[in-house]
Every structure is written in structure tokens, then in C-alpha cells.
């Protein structure tokens, strides 16, 4: 089964900055957007950002203007540059990736990874 391998997760103070990456484990179809969710301690998983194979990219009002998400230069890879980073960006971070927007605004995308933790201490 291919998964989606996430990378760049740790340990920072506020204000600190961090970037993510994201690339399969083997060969993933067509798709059309790769992109982050996160999912803090108590709290349901929630979406971070996308960006579309045309380069077109999308975020949540509470990471708009801090986070830049990025196409990676081989195929199928994504990054997340998280910069300014609060104590509520604390969360699993998930890389997704498929090739219906339904299922993005569903929250159910085909492929998904394991998950790379950020902590940021206060």
C-alpha cells in the first residue's frame, strides 16, 4: 500500500520556524492536490493547506500569512514552511494527497502519512 512519508517535525520555542516535507513510498496515481491536515491533543483533525498540480494554494485562516505550502521539485512531493509558530500549531502534522477536491473538503483523502510531530513551547 503506498503512503505518503512525512519529515521535519521537533521542537521549537514561539516564533520559531520549521519545514515539512512530504514524498510516497512508491508509486502514487494522478492526483490532483497534495497537501496538510494536523490534528492537536483533545481535538479533531483539521486542515492546514493545499496546493493543486497547477501551483494554486489554499490555507486556513489561522495559518494564512504564516505557512507557505510548496510543490516539491520530484513528483508527488509537498512542503510546509511554518514560519512564526505559536503553542496552537502544536499537532500531529498529516501529508494527503488525491486527486478529488470532494474528498479534500470531505477530509477523506485517498492517500494519507503517518504523521510528524511539532511541539512549540511557550
Known amino acids: 500500500q503506498v503512503r505518503l512519508v512525512e519529515s521535519g517535525g521537533g521542537l521549537v520555542q514561539t516564533g520559531d520556524s520549521l519545514r515539512l516535507s512530504c514524498a510516497p513510498s512508491?508509486?502514487?496515481?494522478?492526483?490532483?492536490?497534495m497537501g496538510w491536515y494536523r490534528q492537536a491533543p483533545g481535538k479533531q483533525r483539521e486542515y492546514v493547506a493545499h496546493?493543486?498540480?497547477?501551483?494554486?494554494?489554499n490555507y486556513a485562516d489561522s495559518v494564512k500569512g504564516r505557512f507557505t505550502v510548496s510543490r516539491g521539485n520530484a513528483k508527488n512531493t509537498v512542503n510546509l514552511q511554518m514560519n512564526n509558530l505559536q503553542f496552537e500549531d502544536t499537532a500531529v502534522y498529516y501529508c494527503?494527497?488525491?486527486?478529488?477536491?470532494?474528498?479534500?473538503?470531505?477530509?477523506?483523502?485517498?492517500?494519507w502519512g503517518q504523521g510528524t510531530q511539532v511541539n512549540v513551547s511557550s
Open positions: 494527503a494527497a488525491d486527486s478529488s477536491f470532494a474528498r479534500l473538503h470531505a477530509g477523506r483523502p485517498d492517500y
Open positions: 512508491g508509486r502514487i496515481l494522478h492526483t490532483k492536490w
Open positions: 496546493i493543486t498540480t497547477g501551483g494554486s494554494a
